[in-house]
């Protein structure tokens, strides 16, 4: 590429904008973009005069490229302003919230990065993709950690999504989390969720039964014990 006719081009697109002439200036910049594919920054430049022109699927082609690119060198600051011009013309799409929040997440913005997972995980579960879903909503739990509600969540989606070893290894770790705090009451709840998914788990089983005895919940203490027997006789 000739560096004049580089100039030449970047003073076009230049002029074009000062005129008030955004296809023209978009004209000369898409010309500069064909002797240089790798200039990320007038392509960028093409990305944003679409976005003002209202061309969103032509814009979005190329700021997903950009975005592609300063992600994958680590320059999450710059890709999350480009993202964010992006999901001006998607703000439904939960694929680009869980990216701005990896993002947001990498540029040292943690509560940013939490708004994004919550977004993508509600519009995971509004398209009824509950394993995607899933996948948020554990970045949110990572960002929440005195939160058991967020990994109940967890669990909920991974069932959800027909993955049961998963979603009882969430179960398990929110009993310890409980146990830690001394809530007897919550561990039985969290294992009468956990026994749906096995039933035969006499951990589980006895949890369930304990928290019941201790509620006074005598009737409903006995049901997990006769079921416990069903299992194992001799125990």
């Known amino acids: 590429?000739?560096?004049?006719?580089?100039?030449?081009l970047e003073q076009e697109a230049l002029l074009q904008l000062n005129k008030g002439s955004l296809e023209g200036a978009l004209n000369a910049y898409l010309q500069i973009l064909k002797m240089d594919p790798k200039d990320r920054r007038v392509r960028q430049k093409v990305g944003e005069l679409y976005l003002k022109l209202n061309k969103g699927q032509e814009a979005q082609k190329y700021l997903k490229e950009v975005a592609e690119g300063l992600i994958k060198e680590g320059n999450h600051r710059a890709a999350v302003s480009v993202l964010k011009q992006m999901i001006s013309v998607t703000p439904e799409d939960p694929a680009l919230q869980m990216d701005l929040g990896e993002c947001y997440l990498g540029a040292g913005y943690p509560n940013?990065?939490?708004n994004c997972f919550d977004q993508s995980m509600r519009l995971y579960i509004g398209l009824l993709l509950p394993a995607r879903a899933a996948k948020a909503a554990r970045k949110l739990a990572e960002l929440s950690p005195g939160e058991p509600s967020i990994k109940l969540k967890v669990a909920?989606?991974?069932e959800q999504g027909n993955d049961a070893t998963g979603a009882l290894e969430i179960y398990q770790e929110?009993?310890?989390e409980f146990r830690r705090r001394g809530r007897a009451d919550e561990v039985g709840r969290v294992a009468e969720l956990a026994l749906k998914l096995k039933p035969e788990d006499m951990n589980l089983v006895l949890d369930a039964a304990s928290a019941r005895v201790d509620g006074g919940e005598w009737k409903k203490a006995?049901?997990?014990?006769?079921?416990?027997?069903?299992?194992?006789?001799?125990?």
Do not use: G, I, T
């Open 112 to 114: 940013d990065a939490r």
């Open 174 to 176: 929110v009993m310890a």
């Open 1 to 8: 590429m000739a560096v004049a006719d580089r100039n030449r």
């Open 156 to 158: 909920e989606l991974l």
């Open 222 to 235: 006995l049901a997990h014990l006769q079921n416990a027997f069903k299992v194992a006789p001799s125990d």
